[in-house]
Structures are given as structure tokens and as C-alpha cells.
């Protein structure tokens, strides 16, 4: 998707005329799978990023950062537009920041 520069300098629309929307899709192919990797791994990071700040929540941090920030490796592995990239990469950072609340907080292992 291409935007058109207005004669003030501003971002109008796209080249098409229509309005702007976001797409995971920007080189004009569908990746559902790509897409799915992508979205699973920015969700479980943040879920991850959250959890983290909880001390008693600390098992949950740190297991799903771990599976966020290995999934999110895969993904990045296998993902094909910048779109993609840039939601993982978002879901990568916050899986290793929960991952890392979360063993700070007391590991993969339940307190008694």
C-alpha cells in the first residue's frame, strides 16, 4: 500500500483513494499462517509482559515468555512482510521482559 504526499507535506489516504487500513499483507499476497505466528506471539508476549509485574503470577510470566520468545524466534524465522517483523519483534521484546520479571519473581517453579 502506497500513500500519497499532499502539497502540505501531510499523508492523505493511499494511492488509491481509499482510506487507510492495517495489513499484515503488504506485499499483496496472503500469509495466514505468517499472520496467525505473528499476532499469537505480540498476544502472548504481552500477556507474558503483564503477568510479569505480578509476583504471585510469576509461573505464568515465565513459562508463556519462554514459549513467546521461542515462538516468536520461529516466526520471525518464517515471516515473509515488515509488517510481520515489526508485531514480533514487539511480542519477542515482551516475552523476554516477562519472561525475565518472571524468574526474577521466582522461576517456573510454584512457591509452597
Request: glycine share 16%; aromatic share 8%.
Amino acid at each position: 500500500m502506497r500513500h500519497v504526499i499532499d502539497s502540505t507535506g501531510g499523508v492523505s489516504g493511499s494511492a488509491k483513494g481509499g482510506p487507510f487500513h492495517f495489513t499484515l499483507n503488504t506485499d499483496g499476497r496472503r500469509h495466514p499462517k505468517e499472520n496467525a505466528l505473528a499476532i499469537c506471539t505480540l498476544v502472548v508476549g504481552l500477556v507474558a509482559f503483564v503477568t510479569g509485574f505480578v509476583v504471585s503470577a510469576h509461573v505464568i510470566a515465565s513459562c508463556l515468555g519462554a514459549i513467546g520468545f521461542c515462538g516468536g524466534l520461529y516466526a520471525q524465522y518464517v515471516s515473509s512482510t515488515t509488517a510481520q517483523r515489526s508485531l514480533i519483534i514487539v511480542g519477542v521484546v515482551a516475552s523476554f521482559v516477562g519472561v525475565a520479571l518472571g524468574i526474577a519473581h521466582g522461576g517456573f517453579v510454584p512457591r509452597p
